[in-house]
């Protein structure tokens, strides 16, 4: 064979090697788990307990790694109702507590309800996993251990509630878990945040997220070293998961804690918005094209909470949109998908 031909064959094997490589890195990375810290002040709202059912059926189609559940809601019904849905659904997340919390919102009434809730015989309604609130780790720590185990660029943060814990992760500083600040450690495991906060359409609407603990939300925004993407108050009050689907959908086992919280979140029937779903949903099917983005630009906030947005080339934030087409469909997306039976119970009928 001439010089020639034996280096054009083998550029040609070299080039096959390459395309194979790197079609086997993308399916590889396609078919990796997502990972996935759900950040949320379960409890003053039960659209909290709507997203973690969501994740929680997602891990079990072996599509995310739900690492853990930082909480920001200062009330020991809230990691207590989280620890039930563990339990009930049959996994065992690291849950974490919030310390120096907002006291802005203490309503705790469904999550309480569900976690004082009794059978004829007077035995707890639903099983727990951690009985001892002392046994839960603080929310930063529970972050500092986590991401430190991480590969690198890994981790998607979702983040449902106050900014609290986020700002804290933020100050912290090197412990037995990693030797880097906190500010360190998300631009070295982090990947994105996932954030339903703000309000984009109404400059002078104070969002709950942010209204409830505006330094932490300024903090968050002014100084988070990755990507930031916003599900804004609009995106889920546009997009409503009706109660007739509690009412009649979930009735293969009771008592369930999903529907137990919402029951008695407001008095029924009644359609509520889906604000955290939708940052759940952005993260796990961002493929699908379920929503619009407003492009690169910078979240601000102001002193009473008040958020605004300024687009920029170079900003490493955006938010999402929904038209009214997408809202139809990702609400029939949400209740087909909340409807489903989790791993644990496909058998009952």
């Known amino acids: 064979m001439k010089t020639t031909q034996l280096w054009a064959l083998l550029i040609s094997i070299m080039a096959f090697v390459g395309c194979s490589s790197k079609d086997a890195a993308k ?20 659209d909290d307990a709507l997203a973690l059912d969501m994740l929680y059926k997602y891990m079990e189609e072996g599509r995310i790694n739900l690492l853990a559940i930082p909480t920001t809601k ?24 919030v310390e120096n919390g907002t006291d802005k919102n203490n309503s705790s009434h469904f999550i309480q309800t569900a976690c004082e809730l009794k059978t004829d015989n007077g035995k707890p309604a639903f099983e727990r996993t951690v009985t001892n609130y002392a046994d839960f780790l603080k929310s930063v720590s529970l972050y500092r251990k986590v991401l430190s185990g991480q590969p690198d660029s890994s981790v998607v943060i979702v983040s ?14 090197a412990d037995e878990y990693s030797p880097l600040s906190g500010k360190d450690l998300v631009k070295k495991k982090v990947k994105y945040v996932s954030a339903m906060m703000g309000q984009m359409q109404d400059t002078a609407f104070k969002e709950f997220n942010v209204y409830c603990d505006i330094p932490s939300a300024q903090k968050f925004v002014n ?48 359609d509520r918005q889906t604000w955290d779903m939708t940052s759940v949903l952005y993260v796990v099917e961002n493929d699908k094209n379920f929503f619009g983005n407003s492009g690169p630009g910078t979240i601000s906030i102001d002193d ?23 809202a139809q469909t990702i609400k029939d997306y949400f209740i087909r998908f909340i409807t489903q039976k989790p791993a644990k119970y496909k058998d009952f009928e």
């Open 27 to 46: 399916t590889t990375e396609e078919n990796t788990p997502l990972s996935i810290i759900f950040d949320t002040d379960m409890g003053n709202d039960v």
């Open 74 to 97: 200062k009330s020991e019904y809230c990691p207590g109702y989280i620890d039930i849905m563990n339990t009930w659904y049959g996994h065992n997340i690291p849950i974490g507590v």
């Open 160 to 173: 449902v509630g106050f900014s609290t814990n986020l700002a804290q992760l933020l100050d912290s500083q």
């Open 223 to 270: 100084e988070w070293p990755t990507p930031i993407v916003a599900s804004p108050y609009e995106v889920g009050d546009a997009i409503l998961f009706p109660a007739k689907c509690i009412e009649n959908d979930f009735k293969w086992k009771t008592p369930n804690p999903l529907v137990v919280g919402y029951e008695n979140y407001m008095e029924m029937p009644y």
């Open 304 to 326: 009473t909470g008040a958020t605004t947005f300024s687009p920029n080339a170079n900003g490493k934030h955006s938010y999402l949109t929904v038209n009214e087409e997408q």
